[in-house]
């Protein structure tokens, strides 16, 4: 199995900023999957589900994931909400759930400077009934696949690195 991190949890969670925190406590590169995946398509992710849906975009996901698992390794990799769902994912490596309520997820963006273009970013967030639904559903799928759980409400960057890294065994620097 590639020596691979790889954080999963509910958009907005903070998966990107604990992947950069834990980066800078270990000797790992990270990578965002919507990053490389607005990359190959050349749009961002808000485009990607109006042009070509939300099926078009879990395709790019799923061809992600077949390239992470084919070429990447000693790498922090942060997901998108929906990235468990690929069928490859444990064999990525080690998958951690970032956990928070939905409440605090939503209330944690809604308090960022930028928070309209936070919400604006994630189309899944447009209708937040809907999107609590989802939270519900893909919790259950979250805590299946993860290897561990970390839970990261309320807590500092530097703490949550810490305690994966200590958990998956990795060095600091």
């Known amino acids: 199995m ?3 991190i790889v954080l999963i949890g509910f958009m907005g969670v903070g998966k990107g ?12 590169f990270v990578v965002d999957c919507d990053d490389l995946i607005e990359s190959a398509m050349n749009m961002k992710v808000k485009n990607i589900f109006s042009l ?3 099926e078009g975009f879990r395709e790019a996901e799923r061809r992600t994931a077949r390239w992470l698992e084919e070429n990447v390794d000693n790498t922090i990799i942060s997901t ?3 990235f468990v769902n690929v069928p490859n994912i444990r064999r990525i490596g080690t998958v951690v759930h970032l956990h928070a309520e939905f409440d605090d997820i939503l209330d944690r963006l809604q308090a960022h400077p930028n928070a309209r273009k ?8 447009e209708d937040l009934e809907a999107a609590r639904k989802l939270y519900d559903q893909r ?5 299946q696949t993860a290897d561990m759980t970390i839970d990261v409400f ?11 890294a200590g958990a998956c065994g990795l060095e600091h620097v």
Do not use: C, D, F, W
């Open 2 to 4: 590639a020596e691979n």
């Open 17 to 28: 900023q604990v992947g950069r925190a834990l980066a800078a406590l270990t000797s790992l």
């Open 52 to 54: 070509h849906g939300e």
């Open 80 to 82: 998108g909400g929906g």
């Open 118 to 125: 936070k919400i604006r970013k994630r189309p899944l967030l």
């Open 139 to 143: 919790l259950r799928i979250y805590r």
């Open 154 to 164: 309320n807590r500092p960057l530097e703490e949550i690195a810490r305690e994966i």
